[in-house]
């Protein structure tokens, strides 16, 4: 088998390396793996965002980065070709027995450039499909056609849900036998085993220890669609004069996300955060987690949560039945559904025996969602991809 014979190296490619759970993954992908037998560059662009980087991370895990200028998110005709041609000299030259590519825009120009190096181990991993019902459908059915495309040049898709590969193969995205199902780990122990006191955390948040704590880790952006929380936390607030929301995140909607908490006299009650490294500690502060998203993969903040033994309250999508079981725990409501997100918030707030049970429930099955296995079962397709064509 070729991984038993030399090392097998690998180049993992992404747009970018913002905060978010597609680059968290690709990070611990790169940084987890055993470096022996898998050495690991990840190649991605310059850019950043307001919702902070990861590249500095990145580089302390000890993994290997090379920035690609031309490689940038928006469409760009002159860059996107460009960029093809540098990195299919880049893989050529570095020699890389398995080009795995992340999310949609470096999933198009990185697989055409590994086929163009002549790399045959194409892994795409898919962190939630880039065309969602909010797009204009024009644009929605290019990148429909750019994926099944470019399907035919890789020969393993990943998903992280099991709705993202049923999604796939109903618009003819690839083959059944392409997929394989690969969860977004995280590392449990770091939100499982937190030393920090409940009621230190609340003080320093300025938040009574009594308080009802809804909390949320995201972006603030449209597809996590905060507006639609502030929306259910408004009628929870009007029901639990003790609750309180915490944002934890940053991005494009914190402005619009103030105005609306002074226009509801709750910027009291409503706590942005902006960026945090210490999402961990931060969560033993909430007393349920709730996320409104309008389209998801499978965020990486669900099983965060369920580790921290929290009930969960989230729209339903994509993948969130993949991690939480409704009325087990927490629930699923419908998006967009304020006052439905709003009730099962008020049932948890008033039944504290329930959410406790939710919790545990939650925690008990948060190993499927570790790094560890995650990482394993990458190292598995890796070798098995490799050892095919070592007997082509």
Request: charge should be neutral.
């Amino acid at each position: 088998m070729n991984g038993a014979k030399r090392p097998v190296r690998v180049l993992h490619i992404i747009t970018r390396m913002i905060v978010g759970g597609a680059q968290e993954n690709t990070m611990l992908s790169c940084a987890l793996i055993d470096r022996e037998r898998f050495p690991s560059v990840l190649l991605c662009g310059p850019e950043t965002g307001s919702e902070g980087e990861l590249h500095t991370e990145t580089r302390a895990r000890g993994v290997t980065m090379h920035l690609e200028p031309h490689l940038v998110r928006a469409p760009h005709p002159f860059k996107d070709l460009s960029v093809i041609a540098r990195l299919a000299r880049f893989i050529r030259e570095q020699a890389f027995d398995v080009v795995h590519t992340h999310s949609s825009k470096a999933g198009i120009v990185g697989r055409i450039a590994a086929r163009r190096a002549g790399v045959r181990a194409v892994v795409h991993t898919v962190h939630g499909w880039g065309f969602h019902p909010r797009q204009n459908p024009l644009e929605r059915e290019l990148y429909q056609r750019l994926e099944r495309w470019c399907a035919s040049m890789c020969r393993s898709i990943v998903v992280v849900a099991e709705a993202d590969r049923e999604e796939g193969l109903e618009l003819g995205i690839g083959r059944a036998e392409q997929y394989v199902t690969i969860r977004s780990g995280i590392e449990i122990e770091a939100f499982r085993d937190v030393a920090i006191a409940r009621e230190e955390i609340r003080a320093r948040l300025g938040l009574d220890l009594d308080a009802f704590v809804i909390g949320c880790v995201g972006r603030l952006s449209p597809q996590k669609s905060p507006l639609d929380l502030f929306a259910a936390f408004t009628r929870v607030a009007a029901a639990r004069p003790d609750a309180h929301l915490v944002y934890v995140g940053d991005g494009p909607h914190r402005a619009a996300l103030e105005a609306a908490a002074a226009r509801a006299s709750l910027e009291h009650r409503v706590h942005l955060l902006g960026l945090r490294r210490d999402v961990p500690e931060l969560l033993r502060a909430f007393d349920v987690f709730a996320l409104s998203s309008r389209w998801e993969g499978l965020p990486r903040v669900f099983p965060q949560a369920m580790a921290a033994g929290l009930p969960i309250v989230a729209t339903r999508v994509d993948g969130a039945p993949d991690a939480i079981v409704s009325g087990e725990t927490g629930w699923l409501v419908e998006v967009g559904d304020a006052s439905g997100m709003a009730a099962r918030l008020i049932e948890i707030a008033n039944d504290p025996t329930k959410a406790k049970r939710m919790g545990a429930a939650g925690r008990a099955r948060v190993d499927e969602f570790s790094s560890t296995r995650m990482v394993a079962q990458l190292e598995q397709l890796y070798e098995r991809l490799t050892a095919a064509d070592d007997r082509a």
